[in-house]
């Protein structure tokens, strides 16, 4: 009976170790998100300055987007309803599509952190974009330290 | 070795609640950020943390393709609205149903 | 058959709900098909 029990035991601890790493991953990514856009933020604020007044507004796409892109030799048939409320695409290639927050990530925005490539001085900027006790992840995240494929307990955070 | 793997249960259901709560928080500071007015006009002058608006460049957008290789489509859809991709192998088709207002969509221009 | 549906317009930093959608157009087997028909499938996005 109680190796019965240790067994259930340790399957709840499993079950609860997977969940723990998830849970750290998806935290990850929220941060990435917050450092991407306040850094956004920033960027186009000392732009502003520099430049004197925003760029012209049909250069800006304001957030929340998406892009869908594609090779330039794709031929798109494009189907729109007259209060343009639906859309209808034929491509007759492949295609991506990608939010805004995976763009950010693109244009460098979360300094390289998801890909664990971020210089001491990024890694500070990005620190003070967090709040203070969230700070060890995104130490883990500069060592290149992802939660998905890594044991639990090994990490500053 | 029962007591150990209850004690070890324990620690770990404190540290997924600490992570939920975390979860919770940052959650919430990024809708507040990303609703917030200040980031969708004209930066307010000496604006709080955050102020300025959040928008990028068509520059931005040519920066993450080859823009001589690859078109950028850009959709801009009001809340809730519904993107569907159909089974690649009947067609390569991309539906936009929106409920609360017009989607704009547009390509990015080239130069 | 397979088709995803998603919802979009949400405020910034929704999911990766489309590197399945990506996936599923990019997969293989449909890529193997088409390609035989038309040019080069899309780059990848660039990583700055």
């Known amino acids: 009976a109680q190796e019965c029990q240790n067994l259930e035991v340790r399957r709840e601890k499993q079950k609860r170790i997977e969940r723990i790493k998830q849970k750290r991953a998806q935290l990850q990514d929220l941060l990435l998100q917050q450092i991407a856009f306040k850094n956004l933020v920033q960027r186009n604020e000392q732009n502003e300055q520099q430049n004197q007044g925003p760029p012209a507004l049909n250069s800006t796409i304001q957030l929340p987007f998406l892009i869908v892109n594609t090779s330039k030799r794709t031929v798109i048939d494009c189907s729109i309803s007259s209060d343009k409320f639906e859309y209808l695409f034929n491509f007759d290639n492949t295609f991506e599509i990608h939010d805004d927050s995976e763009v950010l990530k693109r244009m460098g925005m979360s300094f390289g952190l998801e890909a664990g490539k971020c210089s001491v001085e990024d890694l500070r900027t990005a620190k003070s974009l967090v709040p203070k006790a969230l700070e060890g992840y995104i130490t883990d995240m500069s060592a290149g330290f992802s939660w998905v494929n890594q044991g639990l307990l090994s990490s500053s955070a | ?60 957008l040519r920066s993450v393709v080859d823009p001589s290789e690859e078109m950028v489509m850009v959709v801009k859809a009001p809340p809730e609205t519904l993107l569907q991709v159909s089974d690649p192998e009947e067609a390569f088709q991309v539906s936009l149903r929106s409920t609360q207002g017009p989607i704009d969509v547009f390509l990015c221009p080239e130069d | 058959r397979s ?38 499938p899309p780059k990848p996005l660039k990583r700055l």
């Open chain 2, 1 to 60: 070795r029962h007591w150990l793997l209850e004690k070890e249960l324990q620690e770990l259901q404190a540290a997924e609640q600490q992570l939920d709560e975390l979860i919770q928080m940052c959650t919430v500071q990024l809708r507040l950020l990303t609703e917030d007015p200040a980031n969708q006009q004209y930066p307010l002058v000496g604006g709080q943390d955050g102020a300025g608006w959040a928008y990028v460049t068509c520059q931005d």
């Open chain 3, 3 to 40: 088709r995803i549906l998603v919802s979009i317009g949400e405020s910034f930093g929704t999911s990766e709900k489309f590197q399945k959608i990506n996936q599923m157009v990019c997969s293989s087997d449909c890529q193997l098909k088409r390609s035989a028909e038309v040019s080069a």
